[in-house]
């Protein structure tokens, strides 16, 4: 329920209304994504500083909280006109509940309730994501040409406030977290050690990872933020290109049970040095792409790293760090990826105004993917050294 939710805050259901909001606001495409960097790394700020709640306050109160107040955005999407400092809030607010929040409680709590399958558990979690690109991406875009854009986000808010939200509290109002307070009842990470956010980030490990981290969301948030662009670049339309989000979701969902498992059995460590090749050659297929079957295919073969990379930080960052202290290490985590989508469609809406247009941007965005899976490779091998020694 959770990660399904997670869609009305993420970039491809936004980048879906990007067109009207634009248009009604008189928007750039430099204006529409320095904006939305703006508000992203607004909401990235408050998920460092905040995001260890997880560890204190009990989920059955957390997560339908966030639901409501990610409801009170989304009605203000519908009903806010003319205000470009009100649409940053209400963007604000939409990516620190949507992409920050709801990812980093159901994240929180898979790291914490499950140890030997902990991969699996991680990939089932994770099936919301890929489970709402595949059905609202079509359905939203017809329900935007029936009865328009802001009653589509007024029709959002109810969906969370009278759905989401009393379902997350009818399921998580029985505990499920370890109980007691014995540190023995948590699992320690590197060293034996119960990691604290601050231990982590004098760790080599944290540094070394930040680049890993950002890509995925970099370039998994551009390439739908920029569809609009995308699509007058190459003469396509969105309704052509919806089923791109199929492919996608699939992808995503068998890659996921594939490294939930690979993770399980052979150490998540080991899924570093792959997961980015992927994304790069997805990536890079953008650039010369003439047909929109192309699209499909790119985003089939990038929806694989994304798949593994679900998988990857919801068992490494325990693996590595312990469950003691989770919360507020994913938070750290979490808040880098958020970071990482903040960057991207500022930076690549500033480069289109420049007149370098998207399809050319891919290519550099691939060949950044193939340098890093190099520098993964020995990030892996140093890890692994230091697990077996442990």
């Given at each position: 329920?959770?990660t399904s939710s997670t869609a009305f805050?993420?970039?491809?259901?936004?980048?879906?209304?990007?067109?009207?909001?634009?248009?009604?606001?008189?928007?750039?495409?430099?204006?529409?994504?320095?904006?939305?960097?703006?508000?992203?790394?607004?909401?990235?700020?408050?998920?460092?500083?905040?995001?260890?709640?997880?560890?204190?306050?009990?989920?059955?109160?957390?997560?339908?909280?966030?639901?409501?107040?990610?409801?009170?955005?989304?009605?203000?999407?519908?009903?806010?006109?003319?205000?470009?400092?009100?649409?940053?809030?209400?963007?604000?607010?939409?990516?620190?509940?949507?992409?920050?929040?709801?990812?980093?409680?159901?994240?929180?709590?898979?790291?914490?309730?499950?140890?030997?399958?902990?991969?699996?558990?991680?990939?089932?979690?994770?099936?919301?994501?890929?489970?709402?690109?595949?059905?609202?991406?079509?359905?939203?875009?017809?329900?935007?040409?029936?009865?328009?854009?802001?009653?589509?986000?007024?029709?959002?808010?109810?969906?969370?406030?009278?759905?989401?939200?009393?379902?997350?509290?009818?399921?998580?109002?029985?505990?499920?977290?370890?109980?007691?307070?014995?540190?023995?009842?948590?699992?320690?990470?590197?060293?034996?050690?119960?990691?604290?956010?601050?231990?982590?980030?004098?760790?080599?490990?944290?540094?070394?990872?930040?680049?890993?981290?950002?890509?995925?969301?970099?370039?998994?948030?551009?390439?739908?933020?920029?569809?609009?662009?995308?699509?007058?670049?190459?003469?396509?339309?969105?309704?052509?290109?919806?089923?791109?989000?199929?492919a996608f979701a699939t992808a995503t969902?068998?890659?996921?049970?594939?490294?939930?498992?690979?993770?399980?059995?052979?150490?998540?460590?080991?899924?570093?040095?792959?997961?980015?090749?992927?994304?790069?050659?997805?990536?890079?297929?953008?650039?010369?792409?003439?047909?929109?079957?192309?699209?499909?295919?790119?985003?089939?073969?990038?929806?694989?790293?994304?798949?593994?990379?679900?998988?990857?930080?919801?068992?490494?960052?325990?693996?590595?760090?312990?469950?003691?202290?989770?919360?507020?290490?994913?938070?750290?985590?979490?808040?880098?990826?958020?970071?990482?989508?903040?960057?991207?469609?500022?930076?690549?809406?500033?480069?289109?105004?420049?007149?370098?247009?998207?399809?050319?941007?891919?290519?550099?965005?691939?060949?950044w993917c193939f340098g890093l899976a190099?520098?993964?490779?020995?990030?892996?091998?140093?890890?692994?050294?230091?697990?077996?020694?442990?």
């Open positions: 329920m959770l805050g993420q970039t491809w259901f936004i980048s879906l209304f990007a067109g009207f909001i634009r248009e009604d606001y008189g928007l750039s495409d430099g204006d529409w994504g320095s904006l939305y960097t703006v508000a992203t790394l607004s909401a990235a700020a408050l998920m460092f500083w905040r995001g260890s709640v997880a560890d204190t306050v009990p989920l059955s109160r957390l997560a339908p909280i966030t639901a409501l107040v990610f409801a009170a955005a989304c009605l203000a999407m519908s009903f806010s006109s003319g205000s470009v400092l009100l649409l940053g809030i209400t963007l604000f607010v939409l990516r620190f509940c949507g992409q920050g929040m709801f990812s980093h409680i159901a994240m929180t709590a898979m790291g914490r309730w499950f140890e030997a399958r902990r991969g699996q558990a991680v990939s089932i979690a994770n099936l919301g994501h890929p489970t709402s690109e595949m059905t609202l991406s079509i359905l939203t875009v017809l329900v935007v040409a029936i009865i328009g854009w802001r009653p589509t986000w007024f029709a959002v808010a109810i969906i969370l406030a009278l759905g989401v939200a009393p379902v997350l509290w009818l399921l998580l109002r029985d505990d499920r977290s370890p109980q007691g307070s014995g540190e023995t009842q948590m699992m320690t990470g590197l060293m034996g050690r119960h990691w604290r956010r601050r231990d982590a980030v004098r760790h080599w490990l944290m540094p070394a990872l930040l680049p890993v981290l950002l890509t995925p969301g970099f370039i998994g948030t551009v390439i739908f933020f920029q569809q609009v662009h995308i699509a007058e670049v190459k003469g396509w339309t969105l309704v052509e290109m919806a089923p791109g989000y199929t969902v068998i890659s996921a049970f594939l490294a939930g498992w690979a993770a399980d059995r052979f150490g998540s460590q080991r899924l570093l040095t792959v997961f980015l090749l992927p994304m790069g050659l997805g990536i890079a297929l953008v650039g010369p792409a003439d047909q929109v079957i192309a699209w499909y295919v790119a985003l089939g073969v990038i929806g694989i790293t994304q798949g593994t990379a679900s998988a990857l930080w919801g068992v490494l960052l325990p693996d590595i760090y312990g469950t003691k202290h989770l919360g507020a290490i994913r938070s750290l985590a979490t808040t880098v990826m958020v970071i990482s989508t903040a960057i991207g469609p500022g930076v690549t809406g500033l480069l289109i105004d420049a007149g370098i247009d998207f399809p050319t941007q891919s290519l550099y965005m691939g060949l190099i520098g993964c490779a020995l990030i892996d091998r140093r890890l692994t050294r230091e697990l077996r020694a442990a």
